[in-house]
């Protein structure tokens, strides 16, 4: 069969690959008897699963010792909440905003502590990033919040700020939901990472958070405990019942990262698939993207017609060449390619030939 290319910004395509061996071992997984949905989460089927789950995210996103992997729920939205949580103490986070997601990250920490917005790109349309060197932090931040690649408006950072050089020693808690496992992590500079798998890990209902060690224990006493990240790290993400079968899709396809060559091999795929449509778009009279070019994501690509009232057209058009689900998040319009690691460049490369041919059309 061949499938449609699935532009989607999440729950997103998933590597075809990863979706046959799924549905090969469905109702019967290695010889178990069981189908993985069936396994109590305390068995060792389920327990070789998830730990060799771990294991290999682990090593593919070179996650330092002094780093707990903890396999959670309620998606990176819950993590606005569980973070400040954690780590604020109820005093005071910083906040970098560069987009909706950050935006969100801020007003909901605001509950919990003081949320104090450090920098903000609004005045630009979230069209760029704020240099650390122009951010306003305040005396003793609990964490700075980044979000290190903004979904909807397609900002993504290339380079994680560095805080030390900035004379702040509180830790950085990045939102990594849409670029995990898209490149590496410069985990010297992180305190805290967190993502909902929805993006680029595998299917909805897994949250990964991946903590330094000594942030584990300074969690307000009204955290609920399923969310306590010492709870949780106590006892290896099983404190309740994870959601055991996003865990084990989730390792299958960090199985398949394998085979690409790991996380550097996936970059420059992912590189690749990046040139080609932010060119296409830069080389075209009726496309444009809004994004700063050093700042643009490697994963997100919103992107606009100069004539709007050609965009049903579009879409229409694109439907019937089997490329789904282009239409912009409905708060900037437009369309937006999401070309997450499951996305092959064939399909980066059908999209282009179609902006081409409809703007041949339209001339
Ligand atoms: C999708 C997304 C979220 C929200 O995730 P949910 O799982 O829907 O709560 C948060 N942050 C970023 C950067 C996202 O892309």
């Not at 789950?53 to 998606?75: I, N, S, T, Y």
């Not at 058009?317 to 409905?330: I, M, P």
């Amino acid at each position: 069969m061949n499938r449609p290319y699935n532009f989607s910004a999440g729950p997103a395509a998933m590597p075809e690959e990863v979706l046959q061996e799924a549905a090969a071992e469905m109702l019967d997984w290695h010889g178990s008897g069981m189908g993985v949905m069936e396994m109590s989460h305390r068995g060792k089927e389920f327990g070789q699963i998830a730990q060799e789950a771990e294991a290999d995210l682990r090593d593919l996103l070179a996650v330092p010792d002094h780093f707990k992997l903890l396999f959670m729920q309620g998606g990176g939205l819950a993590e606005n909440a569980i973070v400040p949580l954690n780590l604020s103490r109820g005093e005071t986070a910083d906040f970098v905003v560069t987009g909706s997601w950050s935006q969100k990250s801020a007003q909901e920490a605001q509950r919990y502590c003081t949320a104090h917005v450090a920098a903000t790109a609004q005045n630009t349309g979230f069209t760029t990033l704020v240099e650390p060197k122009d951010w306003l932090l305040s005396a003793k931040p609990a964490y700075v919040h980044i979000c290190s690649n903004e979904t909807i408006h397609g900002v993504e950072y290339h380079t994680l700020p560095d805080l030390q050089a900035l004379g702040c020693d509180a830790p950085l808690v990045i939102d990594f939901s849409s670029h995990v496992a898209s490149r590496p992590v410069d985990w010297t500079r992180v305190g805290l990472a967190f993502g909902g798998a929805q993006k680029n890990l595998g299917p909805a209902g897994l949250t990964l958070v991946v903590v330094r060690d000594d942030l584990l224990d300074r969690a307000l006493p009204i955290c609920p405990s399923a969310f306590n990240f010492k709870t949780v790290a106590d006892n290896q993400s099983m404190f309740n019942t994870p959601p055991t079968y996003s865990i084990y899709i989730a390792g299958l396809v960090f199985k398949w990262l394998k085979r690409q060559g790991g996380i550097a091999g996936i970059e420059a795929q992912n590189k690749a698939k990046a040139e080609l449509l932010y060119q296409a778009i830069d080389d075209s009279a009726l496309y444009f993207n809004p994004v700063e070019k050093h700042c643009r994501s490697r994963m997100n690509v919103p992107f606009f017609l100069r004539d709007d009232s050609l965009n049903e057209a579009f879409l229409a058009g694109a439907r019937s060449r089997h490329l789904l689900q282009l239409k912009g998040h409905k708060s900037v319009g437009g369309m937006r390619a999401s070309i997450y690691n499951a996305l092959p460049l064939e399909g980066v490369q059908a999209l282009v030939s179609y902006l081409r041919d409809f703007e041949a059309q339209h001339a």
